[in-house]
């Protein structure tokens, strides 16, 4: 079953301009991670927040995670027209066990020049 | 795509044979996962290993094997192919997998077409 939905579906801005994305999930977790996937290539991790964190950064990026809520955010600042991609959000369980990632469907974003 | 190479990259097989793809790592890391990808469903774990000769089931594993001989290596069998499993398929890498799940690492994915 599908542990993170991402929000929303597809997005289109200007160059420049920031672009939130939004992910929720079900259960508990250890750590929520963002994946960003070119067309027709493999998925590239960006950035990977624990369960006792709130907020991180890497560059132009930054997220945010409410895990009351079960809930976190991404939000590319300045975006470019390479930044334009798939993004998915993944999550681990609490139960244990190497049960790999659970990921979204994914956010479309793309960049007007 | 941090040492992970799969292959064949492309293929197109007919319904009812077998067919095996291939993940190979330079990178040692222990935790090894075969995803399928389709549209509307994101990604999801078909098997996964957490060692040579270790792995178990993932989400939607009906209909496949693995299997793991060498550290560097993770086959993944459809015993017979049916059209349902047309898809891109993915391998990852992980150092941790086990209650801690670390970042994974993507191979460039197999587009798998069943006629």
Redesign the interface.
């Known amino acids: 079953?599908?542990q993170g939905e991402e929000d929303p579906q597809a997005l289109s801005i200007q160059e420049g301009e920031n672009a939130t994305m939004n992910c929720s999930y079900k259960t508990s977790i250890?750590?929520l991670?963002w994946?960003r996937q070119n067309s027709?290539?493999?998925?590239?991790?960006l950035i990977?927040i624990r369960s006792n964190e709130r907020e991180k950064h890497s560059g132009r990026l930054r997220v945010t995670l409410d895990t009351s809520k079960k809930s976190s955010s991404l939000l590319i600042t300045a975006s470019r027209a390479a930044d334009t991609a798939s993004y998915?959000c993944?999550t681990?369980g609490t139960g244990?066990?190497?049960?790999?990632?659970?990921?979204?469907?994914?956010t479309h974003l793309i960049i007007q020049p | 795509d941090a040492g992970i190479t799969q292959s064949p990259r492309h293929k197109v097989t007919e319904t009812g044979t077998p067919v095996t793809l291939r993940c190979h790592q330079t990178e040692n890391h222990r935790y090894m996962y075969w995803y399928r990808q389709d549209p509307g469903h994101g990604l999801r774990l078909i098997h996964y290993s957490y060692g040579v000769k270790d792995t178990d089931k993932g989400e939607v594993s009906d209909g496949y094997s693995v299997s793991r001989s060498k550290t560097e290596d993770f086959l993944l069998t459809l015993e017979s192919a049916t059209s349902s499993q047309t898809s891109v398929y993915f391998c990852a890498i992980s150092e941790r997998g086990q209650a801690v799940v670390d970042e994974q690492y993507f191979g460039p994915g197999t587009r798998l077409t069943v006629t």
């Open positions: 079953s599908q250890n750590n991670q994946y027709g290539r493999g998925l590239v991790h990977l998915f993944a681990d244990g066990g190497a049960d790999g990632l659970t990921f979204g469907k994914g």
